[in-house]
T-cell receptor, first 110, second 116 residues
Framework: QKEVEQNSGPLSVPEGAIASLNCTYS??????FFWYRQYSGKSPELIMF????GDKEDGRFTAQLNKASQYVSLLIRDSQPSDSATYLC??????????FGKGTRLHILP | DTGVSQNPRHKITKRGQNVTFRCDPI?????LYWYRQTLGQGPEFLTY????????KSRLLSDRFSAERPKGSFSTLEIQRTEQGDSAMYLC??????????????FGEGSRLTVL
């Protein structure tokens, strides 16, 4: 079992709709979680991080964390074509390393 | 400071040759990570440093791979006797750390390796 798992997609969402991206992790010692966006041919860039159970909102983005279920999600409201990218979930595990999932490709349909 | 810098951006080499990549992190960042990424996959952890100390090297990494961070500034990743399976994008990232912001990684543009 990989430490951080994501559905690779592609996930297709109409423009203006809500995109929901999910991630699970296996290391219960992980305390911090991160969502990175990676455009094709580019390096990942951090868009959200969350440490506490519950929701964290930043503009059109909401990160959700449920430590009991070992589940992290990212919601993107009012999806735009520029949101089309691969979204990488990452966890800071008990060994203090940042471990990435394989990413979910998101395609926003104009 | 303009961010994390990696050199070279592209490297084409023949199987069996040695290659070295360099990473210059953001100057005040203590943590430096090396990842490898292939098409359709997320970044795969290779190794990381806290200042000049190498904290861990991935168990998946063969002895052909070595990394250094002398004086806790820039880092080098060397691959000896390259194999075709080493072809990938090698990403360097840095962060303030340890602490809460350890995971807020700033990535360089990567060094793409092609082994013929």
């Amino acid at each position: 079992q990989k430490e951080v798992e994501q559905n690779s997609g592609p996930l297709s969402v109409p423009e203006g709709a809500i995109a929901s991206l999910n991630c699970t992790y296996s290391d219960r010692g992980s305390q911090s979680f991160f969502w990175y966006r990676q455009y094709s041919g580019k390096s990942p860039e951090l868009i959200m991080f969350i440490y506490s159970n519950g929701d964290k909102e930043d503009g059109r983005f909401t990160a959700q964390l449920n430590k009991a279920s070992q589940y992290v999600s990212l919601l993107i409201r009012d999806s735009q074509p520029s949101d089309s990218a691969t979204y990488l979930c990452a966890a800071l595990n008990r060994d203090d390393k940042i471990i990435f999932g394989k990413g979910t490709r998101l395609h926003i349909l104009p | 400071d303009t961010g994390v810098s990696q050199n070279p951006r592209h490297k084409i080499t023949k199987r069996g040759q040695n290659v070295t990549f360099r990473c210059d992190p953001i100057s005040e960042h203590n943590r430096l990570y090396w990842y490898r990424q292939t098409l359709g996959q997320g970044p795969e952890f290779l190794t990381y440093f806290q200042n000049e100390a190498q904290l861990e090297k991935s168990r998946l990494l063969s002895d052909r791979f070595s990394a250094e961070r002398p004086k806790g500034s820039f880092s080098t990743l060397e691959i000896q006797r390259t194999e075709q399976g080493d072809s990938a994008m090698y990403l360097c990232a840095s962060s303030l750390g340890p602490g809460e912001n350890t995971g807020e990684l700033f990535f360089g543009e990567g060094s793409r390796l092609t082994v013929l």
